[in-house]
Structure formats: structure tokens, C-alpha cells
């Protein structure tokens, strides 16, 4: 995986770690807690208006960094899509109904990077920031910064 172009400018020191889910501090929650094993570096972008990450990853242990690339606060709100419910259903109704935290970070200003470590079970995930645009008044999640990212089986 390749080096995150923030981290490797502001080195280790400067990485915070963080576990907020969507605003509120919560242990992640998301998988078999079994899985051992050096966890699997995941490198997730927030510049403009989206998000750079994968479309699919494995499940298990992830040490997930988050970087600001952008000129806005960010954050990253990510949640487990419960039992059939699709990206939009989330849309329309992000309570509890449709989804379960899964983790995330609050605010980071441009240039920030933080680091969490989380096991991710197989399942759909959204990654998803909450913060609104000044200019036009709309969150980011409605300017497109949200992903979907699937959590595959992990590899035997
Ligand atoms: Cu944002």
C-alpha cells in the first residue's frame, strides 16, 4: 500500500489516534475480535468534496489512516449497513435502524491525519462525512463525500 502523502510529510509524531463515531467517542465495534495477526494498512483520503478509498476490502484487523488533503474540516463517519438496507435507505434514515457504528473520527482541519485500528467483519460499510459547506450551505455527504466500501470474506 502506498504512503500516504500527508503522514509521510508530517512523520509519525503528529499522528493522533482517534475513535469517535460520528461526532460521539465509542469503541469500534465491528468484527470478530479473533482475528490476530499484524493488521492490514488502509489509506483513506478526504480532499475536495470525496473520499479516496478502496471499493473493497478484506475483513479483519485494519490500521486504518485518514488524512485531510483538502482546504475544509472533515470528518469520518463510518458506519456497518445493517441486513438489506442500501446506501440510500441509509440516506434517508442514518439512525440506528439502518446501520451500526462502526467507527470513525471527528473534525480533522487540512493537513491532519489520524490513525485507527479496527477489525472489520465482512459486511457494507459507508464512510460518510457529516460536516456542511459554508458556501453552500449543504452537508458533505449531499456534495458526494460518500463511500461505500465493502468488506469481503477474509482471504484463507
Ligand atoms: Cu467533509
Redesign the pocket.
Known amino acids: 500500500m502506498k504512503a500516504n502523502p500527508v503522514l509521510r510529510r508530517r512523520g509519525p509524531t503528529s499522528i493522533v489516534l482517534a475513535l469517535v463515531a460520528c461526532g460521539t467517542t465509542e469503541r469500534a465495534a465491528a468484527g470478530p475480535p479473533e482475528t490476530g495477526g499484524a493488521p492490514r494498512q488502509l489509506w483513506i483520503s ?1 480532499a475536495g ?1 470525496g473520499f479516496d478509498a478502496p471499493d473493497t476490502v478484506p475483513a479483519g484487523r485494519h490500521r486504518i489512516g485518514i488524512a485531510n488533503e ?1 482546504t ?4 469520518f463517519c463510518f458506519v456497518r449497513l445493517r441486513g438489506d438496507y442500501s446506501l440510500s435507505d441509509w440516506l434517508d434514515d442514518e439512525s440506528n435502524v439502518t446501520s451500526e457504528r462502526a467507527g470513525g473520527v471527528s473534525r480533522l482541519g487540512p493537513g491532519q491525519a489520524v490513525q485507527l485500528e479496527l477489525v472489520l467483519a465482512p459486511g457494507r460499510y459507508v464512510a460518510a ?3 456542511r ?1 459554508p458556501a453552500t450551505g449543504k452537508s ?1 455527504t449531499e456534495l458526494g ?1 460518500l463511500r461505500l466500501i465493502t468488506v469481503t470474506e477474509a482471504a484463507k
Open positions: 478526504a468534496t483538502g475544509q474540516d472533515h470528518l462525512c457529516l460536516l459547506d458533505h463525500m
